[in-house]
């Protein structure tokens, strides 16, 4: 699935999302926190580098249950993880399209 950032918006309103997965790198949180971007308590972001997202589901920080947004930088790398987590039974995950550049 696929999110515009104008329904990333709704969605966080209406509370229908149970997280957003910042799949940043370290490096690129230079650029800003995603918390600030989307003007949301830092509580509801998780920094998990792409690298490390299967670690998470493993290590079952992650339950197929919740509504997840996977964002990155380019909206690139974020809907490959989306991919694949739905290979590993993730229905509820979506990706921000544009990623940060496009918020």
């Known amino acids: 699935n696929k999110l515009e950032s104008q329904s ?9 999302l ?9 490096y690129e949180h230079q650029e800003g926190e995603l918390s ?4 949301v308590p830092s509580d509801l972001v998780s920094n998990i580098p792409s690298h490390r997202l299967l ?5 079952g ?9 996977l964002v990155c930088r380019s ?4 809907k490959a993880c989306c991919e694949l987590l739905n290979e ?5 995950v ?3 399209a544009g990623g940060v550049a496009f918020i």
């Open 75 to 78: 909206g690139r790398r974020s």
């Open 36 to 39: 600030d971007y989307l003007k």
């Open 55 to 59: 670690n998470e589901v493993f290590e």
């Open 88 to 92: 590993f039974g993730y229905s509820n």
């Open 8 to 16: 990333l918006k709704v969605a966080l309103l209406s509370q229908s």
């Open 61 to 69: 920080r992650l339950t197929k249950e919740q509504n997840y947004i």
């Open 18 to 26: 149970d997280g957003i997965i910042d799949i940043r790198e370290k």
């Open 94 to 96: 979506s990706n921000l």
